[in-house]
């Protein structure tokens, strides 16, 4: 992903929604991810891959990702937002050798555990 002027294809984004997948599965501070209610329903209906609240926009400039997540009661949102930003960061830059251009983190609900 060296060329920044093109797209992303098809298997450079499955591959990138595997990887910030992982990193939020593996921290035991998010509950899931939010999506909208079409999202939830066509999820629901159509048995989705789970990645309706990761939106993700790539020009010239890199990568720019979107995460609307629901997290549990008690946790610090600044440090888990940030803890998430670096490990996808990490992960992305040396596993995928994208360039970053934000991570936008939304915390758009608390649920209880």
């Known amino acids: 992903m060296s ?20 990193v939020l599965l593996s921290n035991p501070s998010v509950s899931r991810l939010s999506g909208s209610l ?7 209906l159509l048995r989705g891959d789970g990645t309706d609240g990761i939106k993700l926009n790539y020009d ?30 990490n992960r992305l830059e040396n596993e995928v050798g994208c360039t970053i251009k934000a991570i936008n983190i939304v915390v758009e609900g608390i649920d209880r555990k």
């Open 3 to 22: 060329n920044n002027t093109r797209e992303l294809s098809q298997a450079e984004e499955k591959e990138i929604l595997s990887c910030i997948s992982d």
């Open 38 to 44: 079409t999202a939830a329903i066509t999820r629901t």
């Open 60 to 89: 010239k400039g890199g990568l720019e990702i979107t995460i609307s997540l629901i997290v549990y009661y008690g946790i610090n949102i600044p440090q888990l937002s940030y803890d998430i930003q670096t490990s996808i960061r």
